[in-house]
C-alpha cells in the first residue's frame, strides 16, 4: 500500500463507496471548504485500487485540523486508516504544525477507538439529541 497526495476527484470516487457518508461531497463542495487554506488531500491506495483518503487544512499558524477521511468497505480492517493517520501527522509536523485537531461522531467507534489509540486526547464533548450524532473533539500535540 502506498501513501501519496491525492486529488478531489480521486477523495469523491472513495467517498461514493463509504456507505456512512450520507451526503455525498462533490469536487465542488470539498473545493469551497479548502479554499484559501492551507490544505494536504491524501489517498492510500494499492495496485491501482484508491482504497480511503484523509483530508486536512490549517486553522491556525500552529494547528492543523484533520477535517474528512475514510476508507472503502473492502479494505477496512487492513491498516488502511492508521497508515493515513500516520502519514498526515508526518506531513503534519515536516510542516511545523504543534497540534492536530479532529472530530468524529459517536456512530463511528472505529475512528473513535483509532484516535484514542494514537494518543489524541478529547477536548470537548457536543451532545446531540440522537447520542449517536453526538461530537468527540479531540486535540494531539505533534512534539510531546
Not at 97 to 121: C, D, E, H, W
Amino acid at each position: 500500500m502506498i501513501i501519496r497526495q491525492g486529488s478531489l476527484a480521486e477523495v469523491v470516487s472513495i467517498v461514493t463507496k463509504i456507505d456512512e457518508f450520507v451526503s455525498k461531497e462533490t469536487e465542488a463542495s470539498l473545493s469551497a471548504r479548502l479554499a484559501g487554506k492551507t490544505h494536504y488531500i491524501q489517498i492510500a491506495e494499492q495496485g491501482g485500487e484508491l482504497l480511503g483518503f484523509k483530508i486536512g487544512y490549517q486553522i491556525d499558524g500552529d494547528t492543523f485540523y484533520s477535517w474528512f477521511g475514510g476508507v472503502s468497505s473492502e479494505a477496512r480492517g487492513k491498516g488502511v486508516a492508521q497508515a493515513l493517520l500516520e502519514a498526515q501527522e508526518k506531513w503534519a509536523r515536516d510542516h511545523n504544525f504543534q497540534t492536530i485537531t479532529v472530530k468524529s461522531r459517536n456512530q463511528f467507534p472505529a475512528m473513535l477507538r483509532l484516535l484514542i489509540r494514537n494518543g489524541y486526547l478529547i477536548e470537548k464533548y457536543e451532545e446531540k439529541p440522537n447520542t449517536l450524532e453526538s461530537r468527540i473533539y479531540f486535540r494531539k500535540a505533534l512534539f510531546a
